[in-house]
């Protein structure tokens, strides 16, 4: 099972940034990873996701303002945040697309996300 470890959270003033990083335990052979986030008393949302075409999405509340990138050579998954607002204010979490095998053997990559890590907490005040 994949481990995901995120950091680079922390406080920041409005107009601020920050550059979140989730490393994986392990080769996720370029399976999707996505960033989500839940504020207090709020349903987590999607924020972003890269698949394994390379293709990135964004939530249109981040579009223009956060940027997500991957390392693959060091299982990494990056979200670089700038212009941040009070209401980016959640804890942010990371998460993958598993790396399955057919019955005769070829890889493909899972349509659920199925490892997340623990989190890390932004916090932005105005």
């Known amino acids: 099972k994949v481990q995901l470890v995120e950091s680079g959270g922390g406080s920041v003033q409005a107009g601020g940034s920050l550059r979140l990083s989730c490393a994986a335990s392990?080769?996720?052979?370029?399976?999707?990873m996505g960033w989500f986030r839940q504020a207090p008393g709020k349903p987590r949302e999607a924020v972003a996701n890269i698949d394994k075409n390379g293709m990135k999405n964004y939530a249109g509340s981040v579009q223009g303002r956060f940027t997500i990138s991957r390392d693959n050579a060091e299982n990494t998954l990056y979200l670089q945040m700038n212009s941040l607002k009070p209401e980016d204010t959640a804890m942010y979490y990371c998460?993958?697309?598993?790396?399955?095998?057919?019955?005769?053997?070829?890889?493909?990559?899972?349509?659920?996300?199925?490892?997340w890590g623990q989190g890390t907490q932004v916090t932005v005040s105005s």
């Open positions: 392990e080769y996720t052979y370029n399976c999707g």
């Open positions: 998460s993958a697309r598993a790396a399955r095998r057919r019955t005769w053997g070829a890889r493909y990559c899972s349509d659920e996300w199925d490892y």
